[in-house]
C-alpha cells in the first residue's frame, strides 16, 4: 500500500496501521445487531416437524419471527455436520463455499440409534457418540462417552435475518437495507441476510484457531473489547496484539481438554465475527448437563464461541476428538491437506520488491554461491512485469527471461513470478482482452465490468467464483501462453483478499456481482482460494501433470493448504513482528494450514543487524522460509552486512538446510494424518496443561523443540522443557534435562534454542550444500535421542526424487529407525520398511549416528547387513554425557541393517 506510505512519510513518521480504514463491529450494522443479542431468541423445536433418517434428521425450528430448516447429520470418523438454513420458500439462495470442502458431500456415517423423547430427541453415533436435540429451548449438545463436550445455542442467541421483501425502513433497521461507511455506500439490494449462534466448548481451558490475528495464540476474552474479525483485507502494517482482520481468514477452532479436545469448522465465506468468552459450565448455561457428568460445573472451565457472519448459512461441523491426533485428522478430512511440497520450497526463498534487472537477479543469486550460503528460490515482484500486466516481463529490465531462468536452472534453482488478480484495464493487454471477451470480469452493481484501482492504475478482477474463468486461468500458465517460463518457474499470488486501493476497507465493494448471482458480501473470503487454486491447477496441468507446483497466496480460507503455502503478509522490521509471528503461524497450523512463514527481516523498515539474525534463526525453523522487503528499504542480502552477521545468516541457513529430510519427512507424514509440521505444544503434551497455550517455542514435528531469542541484547535464552518425565537433549552439547523443566542457555549470537525430545530419532545432513537438489543424495547422520527410561527411541525418513508425482505411483520409500534396549547387555539399532508399496531404492547412506543419552558402557559395536555377517564398527563414547558416537556405519538408509551395541 504504497500511497498510504507516502502520507506517512510526509507526516515523518512511519507509523502502525491506520485503523481509520477498518471498521469497528460497531460500524458493521450485522455485527452490532448480533452482539446486540443478549436475551434469549426463543427458538425451539416445531412439533412433530422431526424426520429421522438412516444419517441424521431434519426439523424446522421457530421463533415469534422466524420459521428455519435444521439438519444434523452424522459423519464418518465422529464428526456432526449441523445445517441451518431458511425454510422453504426463500427469496434467494445462500451461498455455500462447498469447494472448500474436499468433499462437497461429506462421507455421512449411519446412526447407530434414535431416540425420540418428549422433550428431547436422542442420536446414537456409531462411533459411539451422541447427539441431543433439546427441543425448547432449541439446542444441540453433543457428548464423547457420556459427557458434554460441546453445544450449540446453549446461550439462546442464535438470530438468523432471513431475505424479506422491501418495506418502508424503520430504525430498527438501520443498516439493513443499505449502509454507507467513509462515503463509500453499500447497496444491498437483497437486503441483510446475516446468520449467527454460539457454540460452547465445554472443558475447555483453551480455544485456539481462527486464523489470521496478529494475536496471542490462546484466543482471549473479548467482551470488553473488539471480537475476533475473518474478512480478508490488506492491511497496511498491522498492529500486534489485535483482533483486527487480516489477509486470511480460516473460521475453525479448537477447544482444547485433557482428554476431550474438540473442533468447530463454520463454513461461511462471508465476513464473520467471532466472540470468545471464558466461562465455566455453571455460567456457560450447561449446568444440568454437566453435573449429570462431573461433578462440580463451576469448577468446568468453557469457552462460548459466538459466531456472527454477514450471509450465507449456518453450515457447523463439530469434530469430537477426542485426542489431538483425531482433531487434526478429522479436520483434514473434512478440507484437506498440503500435498507433498516439492522439495526446493522448503529451501531458503530470497525475494524482495524489487529485483531491478536481470543482471541485479544474477548478482544476487550468484552472491549466495561466493557467499557460501544456501538459496533455492530467487523470487521477483510486480516490477518484473511490464507494466503491472501480469504474465508478462518487462520488455527493458527483464528482456531475455528465457535466458534468466535458464541461468537459475543451470544452477539447481527456480523462479518465483508474482501474478495477482487485478487486471489491468488495458485494451491492448491480452488477459484483459480475453477475460473481457469471455465475461470473466466480475460486475459491479449496475451490472457494468467492476472497476477498482490496483498496481496498474485502473483495474479489473477475475471472477474465479466461476469455474469456466477458473479453467481459463489455468490454462493462462501453460508455457506457450506465459512466454518465457519453464517447469522452474513457480507463482505467488498476491494481493487476492482482493485488495482495492479505492474500494472500502481498501478492498471490493459487497455489491458487486460474481457468477451465479452470488454478490461479493457472500464470496469475499474464498475468493483469493479460488485464484490460488486456479494457478496450482495450472502450474501442475502446463507439465502434464508431473512437476509439483509451489504456489505462494496472501488471502486464503479452510481448504487454501491443498493448493498454496500462505506467509503472514506486510510485517514490519521490529522486534514485536517477529514474536508476533510465532502465534500467527502456529494459529494457521491448527487450523489445518501447515505451509507458512514471516517475511524474514520484517517487510517494512529496516531491521537492524541483531533483529535480523534473529530472525533468519527463527525463520530457519518455521516451515516456509523466505527473506522479503519493501522497496524503500536498504537492501539486505546476507553479505551487505559485519562479517559476524553475515556469518550468523549462513549458519542459519545452513542449518535449515541440514534439517530438510526431517522437514520433509514431516510434510509427507502430514499430508497422511492431517498432523501440521509446526506444532504447538498441547498437540504432543497435553498431559501438561501449563504449555498448552505457549507461543514463544514450538515443536518442529514430535522430536525438535524450537525456542529461538526473540529480545534484544539478550544475554540469556530461558527455554521451557515441556511433558512429564520426559527428557530433553541439548542439541549442541547433548546435556541431558528432564521435564517438565526450565533451562537457560547464554544467548549468543548463533544461539538458537533446540532441543532434541527423548525417544525420538531425527534424520540430518551431514554436510550442506548449496541447493536441495545437491542435497538430496547427501549422507546422514542419525540422531538418536534415548528415552527417560533409557531402553527406546524410534523415527522416520521420507525419500523420493523430490520434485515429480512419481510417489504417487509407489517411487518412494517410507522407512522407520528403532533404538532398543534388548537386555542388560544388547542395544539393537533397526531400520525397517514402513510402506511396502514404496519401492524407492536410494543411494542415501547413513554416515554418522549420534546416540544421546546412552547410559550403557558399549564394548563393541557390530552391524549386520543383508549377508548377516557381523562387520565391527568404530565408536566413540564420552563418559561424562553418555554420548556414544558411531563412524561410518555403512548403512544405507533404504536397506535393512541391524547394529548390535554390546555393553
Ligand atoms: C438423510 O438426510 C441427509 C441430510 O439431508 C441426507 O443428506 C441423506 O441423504 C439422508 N439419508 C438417506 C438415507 O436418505
Ligand atoms: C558483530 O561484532 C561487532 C564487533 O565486535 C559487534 O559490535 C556487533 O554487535 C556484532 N554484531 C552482532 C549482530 O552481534
Ligand atoms: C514409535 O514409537 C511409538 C511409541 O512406541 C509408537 O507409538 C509409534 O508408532 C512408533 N513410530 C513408528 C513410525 O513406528
Known amino acids: 500500500m504504497w500511497r498510504l506510505l507516502v502520507v506517512c512519510l510526509l507526516l515523518g513518521t512511519l507509523e502502525a496501521v491506520d485503523r481509520q480504514n477498518f471498521k469497528t463491529c460497531d460500524q458493521s450494522s450485522f455485527c452490532k445487531r448480533h452482539r446486540a443479542v443478549t436475551s434469549p431468541t426463543g427458538y425451539e423445536v416445531v412439533q412433530d416437524s422431526i424426520k429421522i433418517n438412516d444419517t441424521g434428521l431434519h426439523a424446522l425450528i421457530k421463533n415469534k419471527d422466524t420459521t428455519l430448516k435444521l439438519t444434523i447429520v452424522t459423519l464418518q470418523d465422529s464428526t456432526v455436520r449441523v445445517l441451518i438454513d431458511e425454510n422453504e420458500g426463500a427469496l434467494r439462495k445462500r451461498y455455500q463455499p462447498l469447494e472448500a470442502l474436499v468433499e462437497r458431500e461429506p462421507k455421512q456415517q449411519k446412526v447407530k440409534k434414535t431416540k425420540e423423547e418428549a ?14 436435540l433439546q427441543h425448547k429451548p432449541f439446542r444441540v449438545d453433543f457428548y464423547v462417552k457420556d459427557k458434554i463436550v460441546s453445544s450449540i445455542n446453549a446461550k439462546e442467541t442464535l438470530h438468523f435475518e432471513a431475505f424479506k421483501k422491501k418495506v418502508l425502513l424503520t430504525d430498527r433497521e438501520k443498516g439493513f437495507w443499505e449502509e454507507t461507511w467513509k462515503d463509500i455506500k453499500d447497496t444491498k439490494p437483497h437486503g441483510s441476510s446475516s446468520v449467527g449462534v454460539d457454540i460452547a466448548f465445554v472443558g475447555a481451558k483453551h480455544v485456539f484457531g481462527i486464523p489470521e490475528h496478529a494475536e496471542s495464540y490462546s484466543l482471549r476474552d473479548t467482551k470488553a473489547y473488539e471480537p475476533y474479525r475473518l474478512y480478508n483485507l490488506d492491511v497496511f502494517e498491522y498492529e500486534t ?45 450447561l449446568t444440568k448437563e454437566v453435573l449429570d457428568a462431573e461433578t462440580k460445573p463451576r469448577q468446568v472451565p468453557q469457552h462460548n464461541a459466538r459466531f456472527y457472519s454477514e450471509s450465507g448459512l449456518i453450515d457447523v461441523f463439530i469434530t469430537l476428538g477426542p485426542q489431538p491426533n483425531d482433531i487434526f485428522r478429522q479436520l483434514a478430512a473434512l478440507t484437506g491437506v498440503t500435498p507433498l511440497p516439492p522439495a526446493f520450497a522448503l529451501g531458503y526463498h530470497q ?36 507494466k503491472k500486466a501480469y504474465f508478462t516481463f518487462d520488455k527493458d529490465n527483464f528482456a531475455k527471461p528465457e535466458e534468466m531462468i535458464k541461468d537459475l536452472s543451470e544452477q539447481n534453482r527456480k523462479l518465483v513470478t508474482i501474478v495477482d488478480p487485478h487486471i489491468k484495464k488495458d485494451s491492448k493487454y491480452y488477459i484483459y482482452k480475453e477475460a473481457k471477451k469471455l465475461k470473466y470480469l466480475v460486475k459491479d452493481a449496475k451490472d457494468a465490468i467492476y ?156 531491521p537492524d543487524e541483531e533483529l ?50 526431517y522437514w520433509y519427512t514431516l510434510f509427507y507424514e502430514h499430508a497422511k494424518t492431517g498432523k501440521p509440521v509446526m506444532r504447538p505444544f498441547w498437540m504432543e503434551f497435553i498431559e501438561d496443561e501449563p504449555s498448552w497455550d505457549e507461543d514463544r517455542q514450538w515443536m518442529v514435528g514430535n522430536g525438535l523443540l524450537v525456542k529461538p531469542v526473540l529480545e534484544e541484547k539478550a544475554k540469556e535464552l530461558s527455554i521451557y ?70 531402553d527406546f527411541a524410534n523415527g522416520t525418513i521420507y ?36 510402506d511396502k508399496n514404496g519401492k524407492f531404492d536410494s543411494d542415501v547412506y547413513i554416515d554418522k549416528i549420534v546416540i544421546r543419552g546412552a547410559k550403557f558402557y558399549p564394548r563393541n559395536a557390530h552391524i549386520f547387513l543383508d549377508d548377516f555377517s557381523p562387520e565391527d564398527l568404530d565408536f566413540e563414547f564420552n563418559r561424562e554425557n553418555f554420548v556414544m558416537e558411531i563412524a561410518n556405519p555403512g548403512a544405507f538408509v533404504t536397506r535393512e541393517f541391524r547394529i548390535d551395541l554390546h555393553s
Open 721 to 790: 522443557l515441556p511433558g512429564k518425565r520426559q527428557v530433553w537433549y541439548d542439541w549442541e552439547t547433548h546435556k541431558a534435562r528432564p521435564s517438565p523443566g526450565a533451562v537457560q542457555i547464554p544467548a549468543e549470537l548463533n544461539t538458537i534454542g533446540l532441543y532434541h525430545r527423548g525417544g525420538t530419532i531425527i534424520p540430518k545432513l551431514s554436510e550442506v550444500k548449496l541447493t536441495t537438489k545437491e542435497n538430496h543424495e547427501q549422507p546422514i547422520t542419525l540422531y538418536i535421542a534415548v528415552n527417560q527410561k533409557g
Open 119 to 132: 422433550s428431547v430427541t436422542k442420536i446414537l453415533t456409531t462411533d459411539g457418540n451422541r447427539v441431543v
Open 451 to 606: 472497476e477498482g484501482n490496483c498496481w496498474p492504475g485502473d483495474s479489473t478482477y477475475i471472477d474465479f467464483l466461476n469455474p469456466k474463468a477458473r479453467k481459463w486461468w489455468s490454462d493462462q500458465f501453460a508455457f506457450d501462453k506465459y512466454k518465457g517460463t519453464s517447469k522452474d518457474v513457480h507463482i505467488w499470488n498476491d494481493m487476492n483478499e482482493p485488495s482495492v486501493f479505492n474500494g472500502p476497507e481498501i478492498t471490493m465493494h459487497k455489491d458487486a456481482k460474481h457468477h451465479d448471482g452470488f454478490e461479493h458480501r457472500d464470496v469475499h473470503n474464498v475468493y483469493g482460494f479460488h485464484q490460488h487454486s486456479s494457478t496450482f491447477e495450472g502450474l501442475k496441468a502446463r507439465s502434464n501433470n508431473e512437476v509439483r507446483p509451489f504456489v505462494l497466496s496472501r488471502s486464503f480460507f479452510t481448504g487454501s493448504q491443498r493448493t498454496a503455502a500462505v506467509w503472514t503478509g506486510d510485517n514490519k522490521a521490529d522486534w514485536a513482528h517477529l514474536k508476533q509471528s510465532i502465534p500467527m503461524l502456529l494459529s494457521l497450523s491448527t487450523a489445518g494450514l501447515p505451509f507458512v512463514g514471516a517475511d524474514v527481516g520484517g517487510f517494512f523498515g529496516n
Open 799 to 834: 525419500l523420493d526424487d523430490g520434485e515429480s508425482y512419481s510417489y504417487e505411483k509407489g517411487d518412494y520409500a517410507y522407512w522407520g529407525f528403532t533404538f532398543k534396549r534388548e537386555h542388560d547387555y544388547l542395544h539393537t539399532i533397526t531400520n525397517k520398511n514402513l
Open 351 to 386: 525475494s524482495r520488491w524489487n529485483y531491478k534487472d536481470q543482471k541485479d537477479v544474477k548478482e544476487v543469486h550468484e552472491g549466495f554461491v561466493k557467499n557460501d550460503i544456501p538459496l533455492d528460490v530467487l523470487w521477483l515482484d510486480i516490477e518484473h512485469t511490464d
Open 612 to 661: 535480523l539474525v534473529r530472525w533468519y534463526q527463527a525463520g530457519a525453523f518455521q516451515p516456509f522460509f523466505r527473506g522479503h522487503s519493501h522497496q524503500d528499504t536498504k537492501r539486505r542480502e546476507p553479505w551487505l552486512f559485519a562479517a559476524n552477521t553475515t556469518d550468523a545468516i549462513r549458519n542459519a541457513i545452513k542449518t535449515r538446510y541440514a534439517f530438510i529430510p
Open 241 to 285: 496484539n489485535s483482533p483486527m482482520a487480516l489477509y486470511g481468514s480460516i473460521p475453525y477452532l479448537v477447544g482444547v481438554h485433557q482428554k476431550r479436545s474438540v473442533g468447530a469448522l463454520w463454513l461461511n465465506a462471508a465476513e464473520t465475527w467471532v466472540d470468545i468468552d471464558p466461562t465455566t459450565a455453571d455460567k456457560g448455561g
